[in-house]
Nanobody, 122 residues
Framework: EVRLVESGGGLVQPGGSLRLSCAASGFTFSTYWVYWVRQAPGKGLEWVSTIDSGGRNTYYSDSVKGRFTISRDNAKSTLFLQMNSLKIEDTAVYYC???????????????RGQGTQVTVSS
């Protein structure tokens, strides 16, 4: 059974930073591309970032490029999202996910965790 558990969310002021983590189990983590998506209040899912199996290639939406960094530790089956220069519009529930496939930058939302809330407010 695919299991993804996010952590690290919280309340932060504009301009601040947070680091999200996602612990994966139930599949061979190092084989597949994984990603982060988010859902702001009253809106649909928005793709944030994707990383390839080995962690060498990363992809970002225009809204977070230059501020967020995705990474992974395959030895620990863990995905990360370092978020810097946070803006009020980054407020959302953040989910990690996988489609158990390789080579696709945009997610199909096949599997995702329960999410972690990120609130950016002064």
């Amino acid at each position: 059974e695919v299991r993804l558990v996010e952590s690290g969310g919280g309340l932060v002021q504009p301009g601040g930073s947070l680091r999200l983590s996602c612990a994966a189990s139930g599949f061979t983590f190092s084989t597949y591309w994984v990603y982060w998506v988010r859902q702001a209040p009253g809106k649909g899912l928005e793709w944030v970032s994707t990383i390839d199996s080995g962690g060498r290639n990363t992809y970002y939406s225009d809204s977070v490029k230059g501020r967020f960094t995705i990474s992974r530790d395959n030895a620990k089956s863990t995905l990360f999202l370092q978020m810097n220069s946070l803006k009020i519009e980054d407020t959302a529930v953040y989910y990690c996910g996988t489609d158990l496939r390789m080579g696709s930058i945009r997610p199909a939302y096949r599997y995702r965790g329960q999410g972690t809330q990120v609130t950016v407010s002064s």
